[in-house]
C-alpha cells in the first residue's frame, strides 16, 4: 500500500508536537512570559492541564522520556510538595479566570508514587481549580498497577489510561530492560473494563532483536485486547543524547527498510482489524473521541500527540512540563531538584522557550492541520525547495491556496510538513526518522 523511499526518509524530522519545536527554545523566554500569559487569561477561556511525574521503578533502555529511578521515597515525596505549591501558585495567578476541560497526567510513570501521594495532587487540583467538567487521563505501567491503583482511577471518574506496553515479545523485552508477561496486562485491561475505564496502548517498533513478525504477533495480541485507541511508534535510538541508550546495540536494531515494513504492516493489520488511522501512527476505534474528532475535523496536535481537546491553552505543571499558548511555548526547569528549588522560593519553575511570531502561528496551524487532516490553506506562505520534489512524485497536490498529502504518502507526511520549517537545518541530530 505504501511505497518504500529510502531517500525521503534519510533525513530526520521533527514530531511537530508544536511549532517551533524545542530546538529553538532559549534561555531568554520563561518566568516573565508565563506571567504575563497567565495574568492575561480571559476567563471563559478552555485550559488544558498536563502534569509530569518524572519518575518509574524501573528505567526502561530505550525510554527518551525525562524520568529517574523512583528509589528514594523522600524525593518523591519532595516533588509532590512542590508540585502542590506549583498549582497553587498557578492557580492564584490565574485568579478564577479559565475553565479546565481536560487534565492529563504522564511521566515517567505516575504510578510509581505511592497511590496516596497521588491522591494528594488530584485533591490539590480539586481544591485550586474548577474541575468539574474536566475530563481526566493517566499514563500507567502495568508492572506497577494494582488493585487499589485501579479501584482509585475508577472512583475518581477518570475515564481514559494508557498503558505502556510496547511489545509482548519476551526476547525483544529482555533487549530493553522491560518485562511485563501478556497476562499481566490482560489483567490489567479486564479490570478497567469492569469498571467502565477505557484503555489506551503505547506499542513500539524499530526495537532491538525485532523482527515483522514479533511485531504481528504484537499486534495479534494487542487486537485481541481492543484497547480503544493505539500509538504506534518508531523506536528513535539517539544514545548521543540519551545515556540509557547505550544499553542496546546499533548492530542490533533493524534496519530502515525492515522499519518501514514493521510500520506500514502496523497500519495494515489495525485499519484492518476497524481502527481508524489517525496520522500514520496513531489509531482509534471509531466510538473513541479520537477517531470522532478525526471524523469531524477537530483533531488537534500538541506535546501529547494527537488529541481531541481543543483548548488553546495547556498549561504544564511539574518538571519539565511545557506550557503552550497561542503565542508562547515554555518549558519548566528539568532537573527535579532543581525545579523544587524554584518552587520553593515561590517562583514559577518556567526556564525556557520561545515567543511565537506571527509567521510562526501561521506555520504551526499549516503544520497541525497537515498532520491531523492532510490537507491545509496554505495562504501566503512558501515551501522549502524541497516540496516540489514532493509535488513531482505525486505525494502532495497544491492548488487553490491548499495543500493535500495524497493517501499514499501518509508515511512521508511529517517530511512534507518539514517543508515549511524555517528554522529545521540539513544534518540535525536532535530529532527521529519519520519511519
Request: aromatic share 8%.
Amino acid at each position: 500500500m505504501f511505497q518504500y523511499h529510502p531517500d525521503l526518509l534519510a533525513a530526520p524530522v521533527p514530531r511537530y508536537t508544536s511549532y517551533p519545536t524545542a530546538a529553538q527554545f532559549t534561555d531568554d523566554v520563561g518566568p516573565e512570559a508565563l506571567e504575563a500569559r497567565l495574568a492575561s487569561v480571559r476567563g471563559d477561556a478552555r485550559i488544558s492541564l498536563y502534569l509530569h511525574i518524572p519518575y518509574c521503578h524501573d528505567i526502561c533502555w530505550y525510554c527518551g522520556c525525562n524520568t529517574g529511578a523512583a528509589t528514594r521515597p523522600n524525593r518523591l515525596a519532595a516533588y509532590v510538595d512542590a508540585l502542590e505549591q506549583e498549582i497553587a501558585m498557578v492557580a492564584a495567578r490565574l485568579g478564577g479566570r479559565g475553565r479546565v476541560t481536560q487534565i492529563a497526567f504522564g511521566g515517567g510513570s505516575p504510578n510509581s508514587l505511592p497511590l496516596v501521594d497521588w491522591l494528594r495532587i488530584n485533591h490539590q487540583l480539586l481544591v485550586c481549580f474548577d474541575t468539574s467538567a474536566a475530563s481526566l487521563s493517566v499514563e500507567l505501567d502495568p508492572r506497577r498497577l494494582d488493585q487499589s491503583w485501579i479501584d482509585a482511577i475508577a472512583r475518581m471518574g477518570i475515564s481514559r489510561v494508557n498503558l505502556g506496553v510496547q511489545t509482548f515479545t519476551p526476547h525483544v523485552q529482555q533487549a530493553i530492560g522491560r518485562i511485563q508477561p501478556v497476562d499481566m496486562v490482560e489483567a490489567a485491561v479486564a479490570r478497567f473494563k469492569r469498571n467502565n475505564v477505557t484503555v489506551g496502548f503505547d506499542l513500539m517498533y524499530g526495537l532491538p532483536g525485532q523482527s515483522e513478525a514479533d511485531l504481528a504477533q504484537t499486534l495479534e495480541t494487542t487486537i485481541s485486547l481492543a484497547p480503544s485507541r493505539i500509538a504506534l511508534f518508531g523506536y528513535a535510538h539517539m544514545p548521543h543524547l540519551l545515556h540509557r541508550q547505550r544499553r542496546i546495540a546499533q548492530a542490533d536494531l533493524p534496519g530502515m527498510a525492515e522499519r518501514f515494513a514493521m510500520a506500514t504492516r502496523g497500519h495494515a493489520m489495525l485499519t484492518a482489524a476497524g481502527y481508524r488511522a489517525i496520522g500514520f501512527d496513531h489509531f482509534a476505534l471509531p466510538q473513541d473521541p479520537l477517531a470522532q474528532a478525526a471524523a469531524n475535523g477537530t483533531l488537534r496536535r500538541n506535546f501529547q500527540g494527537f488529541t481531541e481537546d481543543d483548548s488553546d491553552m495547556l498549561i504544564g505543571l511539574g518538571a519539565s512540563a511545557i506550557s503552550q499558548f497561542p503565542d508562547l511555548i515554555v518549558q519548566n526547569e528539568k532537573n527535579a531538584g532543581a525545579y523544587r528549588e524554584i518552587v520553593a522560593g515561590d517562583r514559577l519553575p518556567a526556564t525556557r522557550g520561545v515567543v511565537r511570531s506571527l509567521d510562526d502561528q501561521e506555520r504551526g496551524r499549516l503544520i497541525e492541520r497537515l498532520l491531523c487532516d492532510g490537507m491545509a490553506p496554505v495562504g501566503d506562505l512558501c515551501g522549502s525547495e524541497s516540496l516540489d520534489r514532493f509535488v513531482r512524485m505525486g505525494m502532495v497536490k497544491l492548488g487553490e491556496g491548499r495543500i493535500k498529502i495524497l493517501p499514499d504518502a501518509q508515511p512521508y507526511a511529517r517530511s512534507i510538513a518539514a517543508c515549511f520549517d524555517t528554522y529545521l537545518r540539513p544534518a540535525e541530530t536532535r530529532f527521529s526518522h519519520a519511519v
